[in-house]
């Protein structure tokens, strides 16, 4: 069991461009999530899938986000036109079904910062 | 909504010395409760849950937490503090299994 990974750990960008994350799920794991933290506050849920199917994205913060999870494996979470709000710490969890409670084990990260 | 506060934006404890962080929810059924540890740096190891039985729950590094549905509280507590559990502690409830909410967190600071 490897864990969840991210990549990169570090982003660092400039206001007005495009950056993707990845985030590879435990193996078999068939939910994925992500959620945004920023200093100071607990993980704010962005969407998550249910292998490929994207089942919640109302909550992302606005249409310059998106994520997709092509064949129900990794996942990737871009942001078009980034501003300096966008700064903050981008977290991805897998948990192995749809089952209440099921626990959700997280990645260390992605730290963007936009200059 | 489900929401989740943690009063306590910080706390000091000198290191052996016991721990209590407080968690308190507010959610429509029978909630099931998680504590969360970040060190710096890293990402959320998960501690102990709930989510049926005993009120108890027994959690890895000695941590342990008490469901109090009367209460609307989840509060962790550790009997001696190491050095090792300065970090920041989050509690979170579960979304109707879509996702979790989280609360602001609890940081931990422990004094030698």
């Known amino acids: 069991d490897t864990g969840v990974s991210q990549d990169p750990r570090h982003k660092i960008t400039k206001r007005g461009q495009n950056v993707t994350f990845r985030c590879d799920p435990i193996s078999e794991h068939n939910r994925l999530y992500w959620y945004r933290q920023t200093l100071g506050q607990g993980p704010e849920f962005l969407t998550y899938f249910q292998n490929e199917a994207q089942l919640e994205k109302s909550r992302l913060l606005s249409d310059r986000f998106s994520a997709e999870r092509p064949k129900g494996s990794f996942s990737t979470l871009e942001i078009q036109r980034t501003e300096q709000g966008d700064s903050a710490m981008y977290l991805c969890?897998?948990?192995?079904?749809?089952?209440?409670?099921?626990?959700?084990?997280f990645g260390p990260g992605t730290r963007l910062t936009v200059l | 909504a489900q929401s989740v506060t943690q009063p306590d934006i910080h706390i000091t404890v000198s290191e052996g010395a016991s721990l209590e962080l407080r968690c308190n929810y507010s959610y429509g059924a029978t909630p099931y409760l998680f504590w969360y540890v970040q060190s710096p740096g890293q990402g959320l190891q998960l501690l102990l849950k709930y989510f049926s039985g005993d009120t108890l729950v027994q959690g890895i590094k000695g941590f342990e937490a008490e469901f109090k549905r009367s209460q609307s509280s989840f509060n962790l507590r550790k009997p001696s503090v190491h050095w090792s559990d300065a970090a920041e502690y989050f509690c979170a409830v579960d979304n109707y299994g879509q996702n979790f909410v989280f609360g602001p967190g609890t940081r931990l600071s422990v004094l030698p």
């Open positions: 969890a897998s948990s192995q079904d749809s089952r209440a409670a099921d626990t959700q084990y």
